[in-house]
């Protein structure tokens, strides 16, 4: 049988199955480098700031490539797009793997991204598309859950392998590039869901928009965007060396593990409250967020690693909380045929928010050390988290006055 006879014979649930392993393995291999952030500062002798700059790096070309090619999946098909994601993270892998200082780890990080920015408007419709008619809603609750177990998992398992197998700057690399030709084969053999695939490569970048009569709701809601991704592009690029430091540790899992914390905390809260309205979710996530950074405060302030750790975890559970219940209610605001255009400045915001504060945040910590920033750092987004807390609460009255004399 030839490959594309196979592959539109695919059983519908292998296909969601092999979507669903393409998004956990591109978030893992997007958390790889945190865990061995701090032993690239020790071995090449970068700095704090460089190492955030790395990280931007990639938060950027994520962005960029979700922009330029965010509906080219729509045209060519899920199965051609989340292909050329794969070859691109097998490259950026291999990139990884080969270096030996800061010129190739920049390299890595941009194709990284890019393959991520590819991939993601196809796995996010493929997993829709593919869902098992008895679960409808499993393709949603995938979308949401696993960056974040990916992220968990990257972190955790960069951090054994850094600190327990030998060549630790390259074989988390080379067991990523096996996964990523297994999923590549995969992905070849699924069956394809795009209902207008086989159409001409044509690279239109994605209109950013926010529909004028939901512009004040935007401005309120993409402020807890802006706060959980400030948290997770902090703990992200600078977490590891943190809670190193506060736990006096060497152990490099240490670093993972806090990575992981966070990550797993994110997601069991994203699958409780996954039936609790968006506006509501909003609301618990902000004030899980303010609360485990005033505990992540009181942890710098003691210096006390066993706070630090709670703090991380109930950090996780408001970041997981926020981000689900204000995406939703983002996603909600425009009409079917412009959700794209709103998503697309959704993303925006998110990714600046990613990487403009941890880069200055690493910036600072070459000035003033890294446990003053962290304190500066979380006290800023605290006092965001407040104000977006108050906006949304009122947001909350608001719809639910209006719904009530509808």
């Not at 032993?39 to 990639?58: D, K, N, R």
């Not at 207008?196 to 926010?210: D, F, K, M, Q």
Request: glycine share 14%.
């Amino acid at each position: 049988m030839p490959p594309a006879a196979h592959a539109a014979s695919a059983p519908r649930g292998s296909g969601f199955r092999v979507v669903g392993a393409v998004l956990v393995l591109l978030m893992l291999s997007s958390s790889v480098p945190s865990a061995l952030y701090v032993l690239y500062q020790q071995e090449w002798g970068l700095s704090s700031g460089t190492i955030t700059v790395v990280f931007a790096l990639y938060a950027v070309t994520v962005l960029a490539g979700l922009l330029l090619f965010g509906s080219l999946s729509d045209t060519l098909g899920r199965r051609p797009v989340l292909g050329a994601g794969l070859v691109l993270a097998i490259v950026s892998m291999a990139l990884f793997a080969g270096a030996q200082g800061l010129g190739l780890l920049l390299a890595a990080r941009a194709v990284q991204g890019l393959a991520v920015g590819l991939a993601t408007g196809a796995m996010g419709a493929a997993l829709l598309e593919l869902s098992p008619a008895a679960r409808p809603a499993l393709g949603a609750q995938v979308n949401s859950a696993g960056p974040t177990v990916g992220i968990g998992l990257g972190g955790i398992g960069a951090g054994l392998l850094v600190q327990y197998a030998p060549a630790p700057t390259v074989l988390s690399y080379l067991l990523l590039i096996g996964a990523f030709a297994a999923t590549l084969v995969g992905v070849v053999r699924m069956r394809e869901s795009a209902p207008g695939a086989g159409g001409r490569l044509r690279v239109v970048p994605h209109r950013i928009h926010v529909p004028a009569g939901a512009r004040r709701r935007f401005l309120v809601l993409v402020l807890t965007i802006v706060a959980v991704w400030s948290v997770g592009g902090f703990y992200l690029s600078l977490g590891p060396h943190l809670a190193l430091s506060l736990l006096k540790s060497t152990n490099y899992l240490v670093g993972g593990a806090t990575v992981a914390l966070l990550a797993g905390a994110a997601t069991v809260a994203q699958l409780m409250l996954g039936r609790t309205a968006a506006l509501r979710t909003a609301v618990l996530g902000l004030v899980g967020l303010l609360t485990g950074l005033a505990l992540v405060l009181l942890a710098l302030g003691l210096g006390s690693a066993p706070v630090f750790l709670v703090a991380t975890a109930v950090l996780g559970s408001g970041w997981g909380a926020a981000f689900l219940g204000s995406f939703r209610a983002l996603s909600g605001l425009a009409e079917p045929a412009h959700r794209g255009e709103l998503t697309a400045a959704v993303y925006v915001f998110a990714y600046l928010a990613m990487s403009v504060p941890a880069v200055l945040a690493g910036m600072l910590t070459n000035i003033h050390g890294l446990h003053r920033t962290s304190v500066g750092f979380m006290a800023a987004v605290a006092a965001v988290c407040a104000v977006a807390l108050l906006a949304t609460l009122r947001l909350a009255a608001r719809t639910e006055a209006e719904g009530s004399t509808a």
